[in-house]
């Protein structure tokens, strides 16, 4: 009997210095990662027997910083991965990078050793703006790690780059944007920067000075635009990649399919169930050491095989794709004209919307505002 797909995301939750806009759970005291990597080890472990049933087809090692660890560390690390999981020979296994820790030598390895997709954090090529949000890395960086991962032998790299930053305007973006879509990547994932209330730049209030609503949507419709042209096709909000090189991963959490998290602050959605680790990794390493496991996990409910309806919207309308009203009503048994009532017809009308072959999606301009849209159709349920 062939084995259930799973996405597997591992979460190494450390970094050199905290970011003022990031709100991710990581800390900055590195003398904690080999207790952490013992614990993730037992999770592994644990976990792994009872994933029998389950074959990954993508494994994501996401952050805070993977690419903090030693060659050692990843070593250990990648042997407890095989040891305890059934990965299938095609999976796609990506890292994701810094290039304040990338290096050649580190970056060789991980290619040697089977990681066959990179995500660069580049974030700007300007110095001046990494200065701004507080990145360890220069733009000159963030280029010698691309050179060195293509020396590497990776082929399959994505860039992360952000807009709406601290005094950025449209111009300055362009030249980050026309930098990144030069340089014969394979995926670009680019977001706004959110002010998220916990962190350092939320509690600047009106002293951080960002760009305003309509500069922020200039900037969104140059990135779809820049992007259309370079040939890397929008496939979703702020993921846009050469055909055939979408995140597999990323698409598993925007399609409801099953993944398992492991590690602190880790997602999970598997046998119709959601479930979190605690954002604290003295909770999390103390359970797998054997320990109480009090606080281990942060959320854990049923949740329909299905998917919720709400989660179902807000997921597929983040797809260049759209939601499909067939599909839906083979989810949920019933009809999602009925359900949204003729309330999308007026975005429709504004050109926000599209609706055709059965399909409702964003436009580009929608895309911008997609938030307050959103906020009115998850309340249909
Ligand atoms: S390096 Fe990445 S994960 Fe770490 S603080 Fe900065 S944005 Fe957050």
Same mark, same amino acid.
């Given at each position: 009997?062939?084995?259930?797909?799973?996405?597997?995301?591992?979460?190494?939750?450390?970094?050199?210095?905290?970011?003022?806009?990031?709100?991710?759970?990581?800390?900055?005291?590195?003398? !904690?990662?080999? +207790?952490? =990597?013992?614990?993730?080890?037992?999770?592994?472990?644990?976990?792994?027997?009872?994933?029998?049933?389950?074959?990954?087809?993508?494994?994501?090692?996401?952050?805070?910083?993977?690419?903090?660890?030693?060659?050692?560390?990843?070593?250990? =690390?990648?042997?407890?991965?095989?040891?305890?999981?059934?990965?299938?020979?095609?999976?796609?296994?990506?890292?994701?990078?810094?290039?304040?820790?990338?290096?050649?030598?580190?970056?060789?390895?991980?290619?040697? %050793?089977?990681? *066959? +997709?990179l995500s660069l954090g580049v974030q700007s090529f300007d110095d001046a703006e990494l200065a701004a949000i507080g990145r360890l890395h220069s733009a000159a960086d963030a280029r010698n790690t691309l050179k060195d991962a293509k020396k590497a032998g990776f082929g399959n790299i994505s860039i992360d780059?952000?807009?709406?930053?601290?005094?950025?305007?449209?111009?300055?973006?362009?030249?980050?944007?026309?930098?990144?879509?030069?340089?014969?990547?394979?995926?670009? /994932?680019?977001?706004? =920067?959110?002010?998220?209330?916990?962190?350092?730049?939320?509690?600047?209030?009106?002293?951080?000075?960002?760009?305003?609503?309509?500069?922020?949507?200039?900037?969104?419709?140059?990135?779809?635009?820049?992007?259309?042209?370079?040939?890397?096709?929008?496939?979703?909000?702020?993921?846009?990649?050469?055909?055939?090189?979408? /995140?597999?991963?990323? !698409?598993?959490?925007?399609?409801?399919?099953?993944?398992?998290?492991?590690?602190?602050?880790?997602?999970?959605?598997?046998?119709? #169930?959601?479930?979190?680790?605690?954002?604290?990794? *003295?909770?999390?390493? #103390? %359970?797998?050491?054997?320990?109480?496991?009090?606080?281990?996990?942060?959320?854990?409910?049923?949740?329909?095989?299905?998917?919720?309806?709400?989660?179902?919207?807000?997921? /597929?309308?983040?797809?260049?794709?759209?939601?499909?009203?067939?599909?839906?009503?083979?989810?949920? #048994?019933? /009809?999602?004209?009925?359900?949204?009532?003729?309330?999308?017809? +007026?975005?429709?009308?504004?050109?926000?919307?599209?609706?055709?072959?059965?399909?409702?999606?964003?436009?580009?301009?929608?895309f911008c505002v997609s938030n307050a849209v959103l906020a009115e159709l998850i309340d249909l349920e």
């Open positions: 009997m062939s084995k259930k797909k799973l996405g597997l995301y591992i979460h190494i939750p450390f970094c050199a210095r905290k970011c003022p806009y990031c709100d991710f759970y990581s800390i900055c005291d590195l003398s !904690l990662t080999s +207790r952490y =990597l013992t614990a993730l080890t037992k999770q592994m472990e644990e976990y792994g027997r009872a994933m029998g049933g389950y074959e990954a087809d993508t494994v994501y090692f996401g952050g805070g910083t993977p690419s903090l660890l030693t060659k050692g560390q990843w070593k250990e =690390l990648l042997e407890a991965l095989h040891k305890n999981f059934s990965i299938c020979e095609t999976a796609e296994i990506t890292v994701e990078a810094n290039p304040a820790s990338a290096n050649l030598r580190l970056l060789k390895y991980l290619r040697k %050793a089977g990681i *066959n +997709r780059l952000m807009y709406g930053l601290p005094g950025q305007t449209v111009a300055d973006f362009a030249r980050s944007l026309d930098e990144a879509v030069s340089l014969d990547i394979k995926h670009l /994932s680019s977001y706004g =920067l959110k002010v998220e209330p916990a962190t350092p730049f939320g509690k600047m209030g009106e002293s951080l000075v960002l760009p305003d609503e309509d500069t922020w949507c200039a900037m969104y419709e140059l990135l779809v635009e820049t992007c259309d042209k370079a040939g890397l096709l929008q496939y979703e909000i702020s993921n846009f990649a050469r055909p055939g090189f979408e /995140s597999r991963h990323n !698409l598993k959490y925007w399609t409801l399919a099953e993944y398992l998290g492991l590690g602190p602050a880790a997602h999970s959605y598997l046998g119709g #169930r959601r479930f979190a680790f605690a954002r604290d990794l *003295n909770i999390y390493c #103390r %359970a797998f050491e054997g320990g109480d496991d009090t606080g281990l996990l942060s959320e854990d409910y049923e949740a329909p095989a299905s998917g919720a309806v709400a989660d179902y919207i807000m997921l /597929s309308l983040r797809l260049k794709s759209g939601l499909s009203t067939a599909d839906f009503t083979r989810r949920f #048994r019933k /009809s999602f004209e009925e359900l949204e009532g003729g309330r999308l017809d +007026r975005y429709v009308a504004a050109g926000l919307m599209t609706h055709e072959d059965g399909r409702y999606a964003f436009t580009t301009k929608g």
